[in-house]
Structures are given as structure tokens and as C-alpha cells.
């Protein structure tokens, strides 16, 4: 029902910025939700930032302030802005959509999942 696919994931250095974007393909119309989750070697996954169709964003509190979620505005993508880059960051980052729910509690709230893309970040 819906593709996602996420690029521009890289290795830049502490302080450095780096720019996610991801892809929508099939009935993009449905979405209701689109977000950015992570997982790091033994660790769960988790959101990082999120929004819904009304315009509500919602951000993990170890990346306010420093990434930005948004939709493209020309195109079927969302991205992720992230500044200000510390170790911490590094990990797998997703791509994520659901038709119905929204939320970072847990990727349980999505259907819809994209490969992933590395992000590592380096002293």
C-alpha cells in the first residue's frame, strides 16, 4: 500500500549536520503519520521525531532543538534535518508511516517501514 525509502545517511563529525530524506511511493494519500525512528547496536529501537497530518510535530528530547522533521514541498518525501551531530546519534535511522496513529512511543504505531539508512557520527 506504501513504499518508503530513505537516503542521504552518511558519517560526518561531531558538531557536523547531515539531511535524511525519505521517499513515498503507492497511496500516499492515506498517510497520516510519518516519522524517523533509530536503533543503535543493543539498543531498541526508538522515535526520534514524527508528524501528523494536522501539522502536529513531535520530537524525542534528545534531538529538540536540533533536528527538524518536515515535508517536502515540492515533492512526495519527507526529511530530516539534523544539526549539531554527537555520537549518540549514531545509529540505522528509519523511515516510518501509518494511516491511523501517530507517536513515538514505539514503532508499534507503524505499519509501514523503509530499509534504513546508517547514520554514524565520528570525533
Known amino acids: 500500500l506504501v513504499q518508503l525509502a530513505e537516503s542521504g545517511g552518511g558519517s560526518v563529525q561531531v558538531g557536523g549536520s547531515l539531511r535524511l530524506s525519505c521517499e513515498v511511493s503507492?497511496?500516499?494519500?492515506?498517510?497520516?503519520?510519518m516519522g524517523w525512528f533509530r536503533q543503535s547496536p543493543g539498543r531498541e529501537r526508538e522515535g526520534v521525531a514524527a508528524?501528523?497530518?494536522?501539522?502536529?510535530?513531535f520530537y524525542a528530547d534528545s534531538v529538540k532543538g536540533r533536528f527538524t522533521i518536515a515535508k517536502h514541498t515540492h515533492k512526495n518525501a519527507m526529511y530530516l534535518q539534523m544539526d549539531s551531530l554527537n555520537s549518540e546519534d549514531t545509529a540505522i535511522y528509519y523511515c516510518?508511516?501509518?494511516?491511523?496513529?501517530?507517536?513515538?512511543?514505539?514503532?508499534?504505531?507503524?505499519?509501514?517501514w523503509g530499509q534504513g539508512t546508517q547514520v554514524t557520527i565520528s570525533s
Open positions: 508528524f501528523d497530518r494536522n501539522g502536529a510535530t
Open positions: 516510518a508511516a501509518d494511516l491511523v496513529r501517530c507517536g513515538l512511543e514505539s514503532e508499534s504505531l507503524f505499519n509501514y
Open positions: 503507492g497511496v500516499s494519500d492515506l498517510i497520516y503519520c
